[in-house]
């Protein structure tokens, strides 16, 4: 009996591979040209001329160190419980989790403006109880980016993280109680260790979403002192640079790219997109 | 893992506060909805569905409403069409690069949207399709055709291959096999990319401020141009009625998906 295998399975990539190349892989080639010749190389040298554009990769790069370790911060306790704490916690904070992480981010960052304006909640409440006489400055600079940030990025490291705990071995660290260790010891000694690849994963994740964010600082964050997702924005869509935007997007790209691969070196790309194989 | 010790009770009750700090500070839009008052202001005052009215009536947000809808499930379709397609190619062929375009195809990923934003709308200049429907959906999936891939890469790592190779030696043919026994093993992860590509294009924003024009909008792009000139209580009804449809796609996709467990 003779069993029929298929065969050029790999076709069917094609199609989807095809797409990509003309709806993202010309864009891409495109703003690289554009920032050579709209109107000449010469694009690059807006970073010599002007302290604002090299400021702004910095304060990105800032913010996004920042944004990372509140997330990793907050993430670990987080996706720690959500791993240890059986059926129905994970459940429950899952969905707490997939919730955000679907919802508009659009909405997000509007909603965290409700909070902290100046007549916001936040600064409302605390005026009302008469903690404080002036509104705290919560909107319309770094602290405010990062807030938001933060919070959209969240969900995105609680998954890595959660992802990367479920592939240890449970028995490893009931071995180490046995063998006489303290819970908080075989902590340390063995589950932290292990975790360490969704750490890596999900900080990488959040760093690199975190460099090419546009709308929560758009909202948020000081319009004198923008990030580099905002001054891209703001040459195409404002002053009509084509090629000094273009510049700039390829500035950021190479960083990013420069990041993921740094990042790979220590986790592979596959498992922080949840590609498992 | 038994809440005993004062250790295991602290971390509990601060991951309680990490999941009020996750859910909550979206939430205010949703009472700010119905505020009588006419100002974007906390707290809302009294109980009033004005806002709602002016969404579905008010012809630039009811537009931009069912264009939201329209580019999102034409959106879904194309990418669950395409991206299923090149997960069963990448899981199944055998050709040489196939690990590289397979972390190739995830790319748009991890680039900036932005970048791929201005490119994009560089392209669609060239090709003068900006502000089209068409235009909106391709660029799009660009951006929802990585998730359909690993959402559909892994519903085709957990399926018993031998169940092919049984239908195939029962005499299958190959197309016989892929209709009556790949697809529907496949289908609630199939389904479940769909969702998530509809909901990708529905909250999208960056790409759509620059492939739209002031005619053909979506709603994310009207309540962003709100956001930053006049805002009235219009934009948190707006707001809520993009939560509302994520929550509902949401909710049908992880079903989708519990389906496949069972």
């Not at chain 1, 997939?98 to 409440?125: C, E, H, K, M």
């Not at chain 1, 960083?255 to 997109?273: F, Q």
């Not at chain 2, 956001?227 to 992880?254: F, K, Q």
């Amino acid at each position: 009996m003779t069993v029929r295998r298929i065969r050029g399975w790999g076709l069917l990539a094609v199609p989807g591979i095809l797409f990509l190349l003309v709806l993202f892989g010309w864009p891409l080639a495109d703003m690289a040209i554009l920032s050579l010749t709209e109107p000449s190389p010469a694009n690059y040298s807006v970073f010599t001329e002007s302290p604002v554009y090299l400021d702004a990769y910095v304060t990105t790069f800032i913010v996004a160190v920042v944004t990372t370790g509140a997330c990793l911060l907050l993430g670990y306790p987080y996706a720690y419980v959500m791993h240890m704490g059986g059926r129905r916690p994970a459940l429950v904070l899952g969905f707490f989790v997939l919730l955000p992480f679907w919802s508009s981010i659009l909405v997000r960052t509007f909603a965290w403006s409700v909070w902290l304006q100046d007549s916001g909640i936040v600064n409302a409440t605390l005026m009302g109880a008469g903690i404080i006489d002036e509104p705290l400055p919560l909107i319309r600079n770094a602290l405010g980016t990062t807030i938001g940030m933060t919070h959209v990025l969240l969900p995105f490291m609680v998954l890595s993280l959660y992802a990367g705990m479920r592939r240890i071995d449970p028995d490893l660290a009931r071995a180490a109680l046995s063998l006489g260790a303290s819970p908080l010891t075989a902590f340390r000694r063995v589950f932290l260790p292990l975790s360490m690849a969704g750490v890596y994963a999900g900080s990488l994740i959040v760093f690199v979403i975190s460099l090419g964010f546009y709308l929560t600082p758009a909202v948020l964050g000081d319009p004198g002192r923008p990030l580099v997702g905002q001054l891209i924005v703001e040459q195409v869509n404002g002053q009509l640079e084509l090629g000094v935007g273009s510049a700039l997007g390829v500035v950021l790209l190479v960083a990013t790219l420069a990041v993921i691969w740094a990042g790979t070196r220590l986790v592979d790309l596959r498992t922080v997109m949840g590609y498992d194989e | 893992m038994r809440g005993r010790s004062p250790l295991k009770a602290g971390l509990r009750a601060v991951v309680a506060l990490i999941a009020i700090f996750l859910l909550l500070p979206t939430l205010v839009v949703i009472p700010l909805s119905f505020t009588e008052g006419t100002l974007l202001r906390w707290p809302p005052r009294g109980f009033d569905l004005r806002w709602y009215e002016t969404l579905l009536t008010d012809p630039a947000w009811r537009d931009a409403a069912l264009k939201s809808l329209e580019v999102g499930l034409w959106t879904a379709l194309t990418a669950t069409v395409i991206g299923t397609a090149t997960a069963l190619g990448l899981a199944r062929g055998r050709f040489r690069g196939r690990r590289l375009t397979g972390s190739l195809v995830l790319s748009p990923i991890v680039v900036p949207t932005v970048i791929t934003a201005i490119g994009t709308y560089f392209v669609f200049v060239r090709l003068g399709i900006i502000g089209t429907t068409a235009g909106l959906v391709l660029a799009h999936t660009v951006l929802a055709l990585p998730l359909v891939i690993v959402s559909v890469t892994n519903s085709l790592q957990s399926f018993d291959r031998n169940l092919e190779l049984a239908a195939a030696s029962l005499g299958a043919g190959p197309v016989t096999t892929f209709f009556r026994v790949t697809l529907p093993m496949i289908a609630p992860g199939v389904a479940a990319s769909a969702l998530f590509a509809f909901i990708t294009s529905w909250d999208e924003i960056v790409v759509a401020l620059f492939v739209t024009d002031p005619v053909v909008r979506t709603l994310p792009v009207v309540i962003f141009n709100q956001l930053r000139s006049g805002v009235d209580p219009t934009v948190a009804a707006a707001a809520t009625l993009l939560i509302l449809v994520t929550v509902m796609a949401l909710g049908v996709a992880l079903l989708a998906r519990r389906r496949v467990k069972t």
